[in-house]
């Protein structure tokens, strides 16, 4: 795979894995360029008896993310307010604020967790990543990812579910 064919795929999963820890859209921008210009400089070292080129991608992300919570001194997480979509579509009004609705309260459940697991339910959800590569990433065992990910998903969803009563 060529590099524009790595952009190409991957970028919207990047993109949405920055957006899960950096708030302000411009800044989530500036980060997720920054992590495909790191992976252009370094693509031609990339290894794949390694692992896949989804793994290594991520590792840049998710190095990068940390990199950008320490040096703006930010939390990792995204406020309701700035949880959108950036497609053109325009979904029918009632749909849209329905929609918008059940993104706040899955935004609020994921504000509920621990770092680790915030970030374990990003790669895991908005990236698309298996259990196998978030441990070869994160250093953690396969099943402990898959036990930190169902422990993240239950908190969230006793959370939701007691938001809905």
């Not at 064919?5 to 894995?17: A, E, I, P, Q, S």
């Not at 302000?24 to 693509?43: H, M, Q």
């Not at 992300?61 to 959108?84: C, F, M, S």
């Not at 459940?109 to 680790?116: F, K, N, S």
Request: charged content about 30%; overall charge neutral.
């Amino acid at each position: 795979m060529n590099f524009t064919d790595l952009y190409d795929r991957y970028f919207g999963k990047v993109y949405n894995y920055v957006r899960y820890h950096v708030r302000v859209p411009d800044e989530a921008d500036d980060v997720t360029g920054r992590i495909f210009e790191a992976a252009l400089r370094s693509y031609s070292a990339y290894d794949g008896a390694k692992g896949p080129v989804q793994a290594w991608l991520f590792t840049i992300a998710r190095n990068a993310v940390i990199d950008w919570a320490r040096t703006r001194n930010h939390r990792a997480e995204v406020p309701l307010e700035a949880a959108g979509d950036r497609d053109g579509g325009e979904p029918h009004p009632a749909a849209a604020l329905e929609r918008k609705e059940e993104a706040g309260l899955l935004l609020a459940a994921v504000g509920t967790l621990d770092e680790r697991s915030r970030d374990i339910i990003a790669l895991k959800f908005s990236s698309g990543l298996n259990n196998r590569e978030i441990a070869q990433m994160t250093g953690l065992g396969e099943s402990n990812v898959g036990i930190l990910v169902y422990r993240a998903v239950k908190k969230m969803q006793t959370f939701i579910e007691g938001r809905k009563l």
